[in-house]
């Protein structure tokens, strides 16, 4: 490896807003990483040499051009809430923090074009003056930026409705900026997008996304209590299979995890497990049927207005669980399943007990209403966990392992070639965020 | 059974808006039964007495009234294009005609208050005003009332996205007449509209309804054509998987099918199977890539302005599909089928091959898209008809019996004990549409 040749590099960029102290750049260079105690050990040291805020693409082209002449390597950063450190820089190099390219290009109805740093929770601020909102957002949502969410995400609330961000359908359109001999910018549009969605910012620099937007609803947020945990868990299923029933977020959490909820307390009735759910404001009446079907009792209601004022149940659900849960008892950690059928959730709840407390997110996958799991794992060893992952996908479980950094081995488990070619022809150096694609690693090997 | 006294019950009502010229009632005591041989040899010679066009629900309680005095039974009439004589009085009497009660009560948001007699393209004409329209309406929605859709109908466009009818949120609250020794009004809300809910008017006169809205999206209006059926077939339920496009119809025809199409002829390649599909035309890009995945050729595209001006397609899907073919060949008849599952669909499109035409409709059924027939059958006898229909649910696909005019024997089967206690309550005299009611008759019996 040659010496990379930094006061030119920052000479070359100076005209940019650049972060080089190291406490600024140690701060931009982490994630949320830490929820892993595996990833913990092994990234904590990690860090970026120069922070760059491009405020344009031209900005970002100019970057790419440094980086490919230098051959540094560049990774991308958004808000960095990911949680699999996604944009922890295993080299070092450049982060490029797209926080200040947040410019709005369009919103109408059904459609919007954004540059990759604007927040999701702004974005959703000026869609609804035109009644539209995101189809799906991540609880992070007040932070996390559109790209960050394309380029590490996967579902949220809004998921129960719309599906993953990996259907077709979820992402319209991208611009990258190439890290080619002579960089450019690229347009894929449809099933092409593929090529960069979820990609960990490993094949191109995404500098402007076209999403599709849901109708905004006027969202009810509600907690239901239940004395049974499979009742609760049964009442998601129902609630996700109510075709009359619009709603946003179903997050099923068993006891004692509402017990991490402190804020919340007062509607937490001890040993009671808990429904978290938005209900479109005109869809009470069924809901409270529902509710009633299955024993339920409604222990907070906010109006739409209510709701948008205070802190949302949202940011107690998806990984925000696990956050607030991790704050109390550091020693936890969680999962990410892929459960299926109840009859798996049930199966699970029974044999790992306390050990693994269900934490449930409905979502839609190919069309079906299926429990997801976020469990909050009492952490011992990497032996037991990796046991306790083992034995999920023996029962048939699919687990999307949030203890690795490597692109493959999280969610899809298979090399998609789609993605490694794209990066062969956007990347030849293999300057983007390296050693987080597998199938650039073993190609490097073969 | 005591003569009914006509002349004076003419009389009592003779300030309301009366048919009693003998053509006049003969054409308004009929309905679409004739797409059943079986219910057209039954049912043709039946006929009211008088037919009363009531204004609003106080001269509906004195047509009530008048009829508990004397004993007279009411059958309650939409715009009377049922499929199985729901509406047909198989006893004589009033026919209560509810198209003069077309008062939109008012739309907001999400929810709308209705009179039964509103048609059903004409409120949304309304509702689309302020962005909303009806969440499912069936493919007779420019004739058809609202009342009638609940009273006798059970799925239509949209059921892709909002399931049936009797799913729990497709109907609000009602307010019914009864025929009681002294008429009342009542009104159900929530679950409780499930004791009116598709009862064929046995047991109350709805007179007003509250429904649940979708928002209006802009439907763009396509047909794409396929070279094997099972592709076809394939694609519309690939459709109805796709949490990333939203659309509202998804339709299905097998070869010869499409060959009743004539309007259509020149988009309708001879020996191709197709899909009548409506998209939001936001989403026609990822709509078109699932088109490809599919081998799939569009040869129809209409734009949502294009569209409202022309013939929908909506008109050669659902049971219009019945209907064009039957003006070509008088001897088809048809079924209605839950397959659930295309394995089950192939089995028997081989099966029958040329005797049951297959015309599928995708719609939500608790929370999954399914295909559901319309078949197309080759009438011969009774006999074969009902070897057809045991055939089916043997393979285990459910038959909604069109060939029946008996509430229970058509779709659920089972008696609906909700159902006959209310009329006990409600209709004391048995005067409602006597005869349709499998419930209430082994009551009379017992
Ligand atoms: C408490 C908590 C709750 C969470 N809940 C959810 C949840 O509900 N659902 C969910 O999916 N995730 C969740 N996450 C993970 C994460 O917050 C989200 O995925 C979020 O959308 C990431 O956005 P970000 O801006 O922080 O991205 P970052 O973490 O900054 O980046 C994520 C990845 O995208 C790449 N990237 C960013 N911008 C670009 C670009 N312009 N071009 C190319 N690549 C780019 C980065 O290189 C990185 O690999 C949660 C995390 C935490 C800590
Ligand atoms: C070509 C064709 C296509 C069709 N497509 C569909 C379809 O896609 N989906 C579908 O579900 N149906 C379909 N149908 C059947 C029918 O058109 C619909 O169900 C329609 O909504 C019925 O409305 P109507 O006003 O004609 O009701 P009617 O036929 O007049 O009445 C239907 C039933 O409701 C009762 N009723 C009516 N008003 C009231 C009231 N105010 N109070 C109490 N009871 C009442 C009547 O007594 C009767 O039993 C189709 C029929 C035809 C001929």
Chains 1, 2 share one sequence.
């Not at 949320?32 to 082209?61: A, C, M, T, W």
């Not at 993605?419 to 293999?430: A, S």
């Amino acid at each position: 490896m040659t010496l990379t040749d930094w006061p030119t590099i920052t000479d070359e960029l100076a005209h940019l807003d650049l972060i080089t102290d190291p406490t600024g750049v140690a701060k931009l260079s982490l994630d949320y990483y830490h929820f892993s105690p595996i990833l913990e050990k092994k990234l904590q040291d990690k860090r970026g040499n120069l922070v760059i805020r491009p405020v344009n693409e031209s900005e970002v082209l100019q970057i790419a051009k440094t980086c490919v002449k230098h051959k540094v390597p560049l990774t991308v950063r958004g808000a960095g809430t990911g949680n699999y450190g996604q944009c922890i820089p295993l080299e070092g190099g450049i982060i490029l923090d797209t926080t200040k390219m947040n410019q709005i290009r369009w919103i109408k109805p059904g459609l919007a074009c954004v540059e990759p740093g604007v927040k999701m929770a702004a974005f959703d601020k000026k869609a609804r003056e035109i009644g539209w909102e995101l189809r799906m957002a991540p609880s992070t949502y007040r932070t996390a930026t559109i790209g960050g969410f394309i380029g590490g995400g996967s579902v949220g609330m809004g998921s129960i409705t719309y599906g993953q961000l990996r259907d077709r359908g979820s992402l319209r359109a991208v611009r990258v900026v190439t890290l080619e001999d002579e960089p450019r910018i690229l347009e894929l549009r449809g099933d092409e997008v593929q090529k960069v969605n979820h990609a960990y910012g490993t094949n191109g620099i995404i500098t402007e996304l076209e999403i599709p937007l849901a109708p905004a609803h006027p969202w009810v947020e509600l907690i239901v209590v239940f004395d049974e945990f499979m009742t609760a868990a049964r009442f998601g299923q129902a609630l996700g299979d109510s075709d009359g029933i619009v709603k946003k977020l179903v997050s099923i959490h068993a006891w004692p995890i509402p017990s991490y909820f402190t804020a919340l307390e007062s509607y937490l009735p001890k040993g009671k497990h808990c429904a978290f759910v938005m209900i479109a404001d005109y869809d009470l009446e069924p809901f409270q049927d529902l509710v009633k079907e299955y024993n339920g009792q409604v222990t907070y209601q906010k109006t739409p207005q209510e709701a948008s004022k205070g802190t949302s149940l949202l940011e107690f659900t998806w990984n925000h669980t696990t956050l607030l849960a991790r704050s109390i008892d550091p020693n936890l950690t969680y999962l990410q399943t892929f459960y299926f059928t109840l009859e798996r959730v049930e199966q699970m709840y029974h044999h790992f007990g306390d050990e693994a407390m269900i934490h449930l997110e409905f979502l839609r996958f190919h069309g079906k209403a299926i429990p997801a799991g976020l469990q909050l794992i009492r952490f011992t060893t990497e032996e037991r966990l990796n046991e306790i992952i083992r034995y999920h996908e023996e029962q048939g479980a699919g687990i999307a392992n949030p203890h690795t950094y490597i692109l493959e081995d999280g969610g899809r488990k298979v090399i998609d070639l789609d993605q490694v070619c794209f990066k062969e022809k956007v990347d030849p150096y293999g300057l983007m965020n390296p050693g987080k694609m597998r199938g650039w690693l073993e190609r490097e090997k073969a």
